[in-house]
């Protein structure tokens, strides 16, 4: 589609040349989520909040980081993500009283066997750098020509610390590594990410097609669908 018109709003409030999953919500009334109207995220990732807090706000769900509660961030030792994010959600959980959001992500490509995967965030080591981890990226991709990738979220929602049927929902998007970062938008590894059928990476996309596009995107309707049907 055209770069330019990416992203762009039209008068109909649909975003230009995709689908517009969060402007659309008549199908939600106020009241639908009401029992999930204050969710802890489960992360101090500035990113992530900000993409949340878009995300849910059209449905009155509003997300507040965990720092607000002085939770510090756990461990996150298990293989898969979705492991990590249960853990993450039920420490957020025990420790606020609210119910808890926990996003675990990453980027897994192809060529190094799904790594960076669940560490992502320290692929460089400590202290977490997303600059550090974009050049070990490309120093691991240097002599390869296979760059397909994809960005992975499991996203889990708990009702309270000890619920037994947490809502896990998953999202996937697929793109390509770039061979040098472009744009200042996003966090993490969007100025790599190649977002193929726009052309331009996942740091020069605007927030709110970032938010229609993502893996966390994806999830986030995932779970919409599944709180609809579910309270
Ligand atoms: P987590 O906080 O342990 O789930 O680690 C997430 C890490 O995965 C981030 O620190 C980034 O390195 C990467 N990541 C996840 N989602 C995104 C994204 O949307 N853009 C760029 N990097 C991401």
Same mark, same amino acid.
């Given at each position: 589609?055209?770069?330019?018109?990416?992203?762009?709003?039209?008068?109909?409030?649909?975003?230009?040349?995709?689908?517009?999953?969060?402007?659309?919500?008549?199908?939600?009334?106020?009241?639908?989520?009401?029992?999930?109207?204050?969710?802890?995220?489960?992360?101090?990732?500035?990113?992530?909040?900000?993409?949340?807090?878009?995300?849910?706000?059209?449905?009155?769900?509003?997300?507040?980081?965990?720092?607000?509660?002085?939770?510090?961030?756990?461990?996150?030792?298990?293989?898969?993500?979705?492991?990590?994010?249960?853990?993450?959600?039920?420490?957020?959980?025990?420790?606020?009283?609210?119910?808890?959001?926990?996003?675990?992500? +990453?980027?897994?490509?192809?060529? #190094?066997?799904?790594?960076? %995967?669940?560490?992502? @965030?320290?692929?460089?080591? *400590?202290? $977490?750098?997303?600059?550090?981890?974009?050049?070990?990226?490309?120093?691991?991709?240097?002599?390869?020509?296979?760059?397909?990738?994809?960005?992975?979220?499991?996203?889990?929602?708990?009702?309270?610390?000890?619920?037994?049927?947490?809502?896990?929902?998953?999202?996937?998007?697929?793109?390509?590594?770039?061979?040098?970062?472009?744009?200042?938008?996003?966090? +993490?590894?969007?100025?790599?990410? #190649?977002?193929?059928?726009? %052309?331009?990476?996942? @740091?020069?996309?605007?927030? *709110?097609? $970032?938010?229609?596009?993502?893996?966390?995107?994806?999830?986030?309707?995932?779970?919409?669908?599944?709180?609809?049907?579910?309270?």
């Amino acid at each position: 589609m055209d770069k330019e018109k990416a992203g762009r709003v039209s008068a109909k409030g649909r975003i230009e040349g995709l689908k517009c999953h969060f402007r659309v919500h008549p199908r939600y009334p106020r009241q639908t989520f009401s029992v999930f109207k204050n969710l802890v995220l489960a992360s101090n990732n500035a990113g992530k909040l900000r993409e949340f807090s878009a995300m849910l706000a059209p449905f009155f769900i509003e997300v507040v980081p965990q720092s607000a509660f002085d939770i510090p961030e756990t461990d996150e030792p298990h293989f898969t993500f979705v492991e990590n994010a249960l853990a993450k959600a039920r420490h957020a959980a025990r420790l606020s009283g609210l119910p808890a959001l926990a996003d675990d992500s +990453g980027l897994c490509v192809e060529a #190094l066997g799904g790594a960076p %995967g669940v560490y992502s @965030a320290r692929y460089a080591g *400590e202290p $977490k750098s997303d600059a550090r981890n974009n050049q070990k990226l490309l120093d691991a991709l240097a002599s390869i020509d296979g760059r397909h990738a994809h960005y992975y979220c499991a996203l889990v929602l708990l009702r309270h610390a000890d619920d037994p049927e947490p809502i896990i929902v998953e999202g996937e998007w697929h793109g390509e590594i770039l061979r040098e970062p472009r744009g200042s938008g996003g966090f +993490g590894y969007d100025p790599l990410f #190649l977002v193929p059928h726009l %052309g331009c990476s996942a @740091a020069e996309l605007s927030n *709110e097609v $970032k938010n229609n596009l993502s893996h966390r995107a994806i999830a986030v309707q995932k779970l919409l669908e599944r709180l609809r049907t579910a309270v």
